[in-house]
């Protein structure tokens, strides 16, 4: 053979173990289950989804320090003299998502989330006496398009643009029923939200790669004439399938949010504990989720992730979160 010959084969051969076309069966043709709207369907294909996750926050943090109950007792700056009278001590959070594909063509596919949330919080005053309230009920309503934009043998991208409804509650009150609850235990935002995005999936033969880039803006103010902080979450994952029904996954997740413009109109707070007060409502934080997604092969899919914060930074006093687990199932025809 002529070494042109020998030459052309050779690079024919190493650009056919480099080729590899997108398998949408693959466990990790899913990304990490905290991920939401992260991946296309074919034209005619549903898919039906529910998602627990259970989130603990544990303790008070200002900045990206612990601190103790008592710096919002004795912290005299926000109130003329007096610290706040309550510090939120523990809060926990489950919430339940369903949700529904449907892609009409190949270009396009619809999502609908619906949310459920429960939220319980303990709160110390400066006597050391515990009070607790809580909040139950379904969350804002979400309605997304995701328009692919970018395909090629192995890697794929789309836009998303959804809007979020004023479903969910923003008037949950606390036990007594005499005052409405703070903003981080009301349901909703009580506006509608815009919630632009974009994501890039890549897959290469033993192992595959995403990410995504999520924003909510809000749109005016709500009955209660406030609106919560605007807010961008991006997501790089990675995950390798251990055989055809098992993938590993690592996520790297960082969001940033803002804090409230305007005033809860119905209750007074802002002297009385943090989560009353519309200037401790933003942060920063970066988490490192680990799971694993399953597929079963008859269109079922399971995954979890569990989720730690590596780095926490807030406006004012707030919760220190501690961990999240995320359990999902999935299923499409
Ligand atoms: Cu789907």
Known sequence: MKKNTILILAVMTALNLNAHEYSSARPDSHAPINVMGDHTHNAGEWMVSYRYSYMEMNGLMNGDSSVPSSAVHNDSTFSAGAGMRKAPTKMDMHMQMLGIMHAPTDEWTLMLMLMHHEKSMDSVNNADAVTSSESEGWGDVRFSGMRKFYETEDAKAH???????????????????TRTLGYPMQLGS??????????????????????????????????????LGNRLDTHLWTQKPMNDHLSLGARLHSAVWGNVDGQDNT?????????????M?????????????????????????????????????????????????????
């Open 159 to 177: 836009f998303t643009i959804g809007l979020s409804l004023p479903t969910g509650a923003i008037d949950e009150k606390n036990a007594a029923g």
């Open 281 to 333: 409502q933003g942060g920063f934080v970066t988490c490192l989720g680990l799971g694993a997604n399953y597929t079963l092969g008859n269109g079922h899919r399971l995954a979890f992730e569990f989720v730690k914060p590596l780095y926490q930074n807030y406006d004012g006093y707030q919760m220190e979160r501690d961990w999240t687990l995320t359990l999902g199932w999935q299923y499409a025809w």
């Open 267 to 279: 209750t007074n707070m802002r002297s009385m504990m943090p989560g009353g007060r519309e200037d």
């Open 190 to 227: 009580g506006t509608f939200d815009l919630l632009p995005g974009v994501t890039y999936l890549k897959q290469a033969e033993t192992w595959s790669w995403g990410a995504q880039a999520h924003g909510t803006i809000r749109l005016g103010d709500n009955d209660h004439d406030y609106t």
